[in-house]
């Protein structure tokens, strides 16, 4: 770290109560103000919960469409054929294909963001699944990428879709906007996630659902929620 971050770093720090509890609102005020990069940082959300994902029935796996974006551009490719392929290029695509997708991911050329597939391709996109799984690239029913409505998927994605999913010490992690953004536009995607997160608790989770809750921009330390108040969002 050079001396010029390490001071932007300590500056931003002196600016934090570790100690503190913030509510949505005060920490999505807070969290705007250390903004200090050249470049307009996502704003990020990470969430412990009480579950373990070692156990299939206490996954916590889904998708939502953030009311007010991500704020990034997402590249969709989508696995279809003839009317299908038709109706994903007229939602907007960026790539459409079939057994020629599966060749230029064998070839390397992994140019998008995210892949919808309908349920009839998923046995092409099988074959390039050691590829794209890896990169938390397969399309998967549970967040609405293996569907035949490619036009919702296409637009969800492109609209501001986040997927969601618990990592092997129960916690998710999610851009949810960027520091550009109005404090409101930040505050309602922060909510309507966190809606999401707790209509997916698992009935097998007992105790304390969200046991730590904290948002922080690319380049800064972490603002602490209150919990309590997150698990209250329905």
């Known amino acids: 770290m050079s001396n010029s971050r390490g001071k932007r770093f300590n500056n931003i720090l002196e600016k934090i109560d570790k100690s503190t509890l ?7 005020n807070l969290v705007k103000e250390l903004a200090s990069a ?23 796996r889904g998708a ?34 079939a057994e020629d997708l599966v060749q230029e991911i064998q070839n390397g050329n992994i140019n998008f963001d995210l892949v919808i597939a309908t349920p009839d391709m998923m046995a092409s996109v099988g074959k390039v699944g050691r590829i ?13 990428t293996v569907t035949m409505d490619v036009t919702k998927a ?5 609209g501001g879709q986040v997927n969601y999913r618990v990592d092997k010490k129960g916690n998710i992690h999610a851009a949810v906007g960027k520091v550009s953004f109005e404090v409101d536009k930040l ?4 909510v309507e996630f966190v809606k999401a997160i707790n ?7 007992k105790g304390k659902y969200i046991k730590n809750a904290a948002i922080s921009l690319t380049m800064s330390p972490s603002v602490k929620l209150d919990t309590q108040e997150l698990m209250d969002i329905k």
């Open 22 to 28: 913030h509510t949505v609102e005060d920490g999505t």
């Open 187 to 190: 505050k309602e995607n922060i």
């Open 199 to 205: 209509k997916s608790k698992p009935s097998t989770s």
């Open 132 to 144: 794209l799984g890896p990169k938390g690239l397969m399309p998967n029913p549970k967040t609405g």
């Open 154 to 158: 296409v637009e969800n994605a492109k």
């Open 64 to 97: 939502v469409v953030l009311p007010n974006g991500t704020g990034k551009t997402v590249r969709v490719a989508v696995f279809a054929k003839d009317a299908k392929a038709d109706e994903a290029k007229a939602a907007g695509a960026d790539i459409v294909g």
């Open 38 to 60: 050249k470049f307009d940082e996502s704003v990020e959300i990470a969430l412990r919960l009480g579950v373990d994902p070692r156990h299939a029935d206490q996954m916590v």
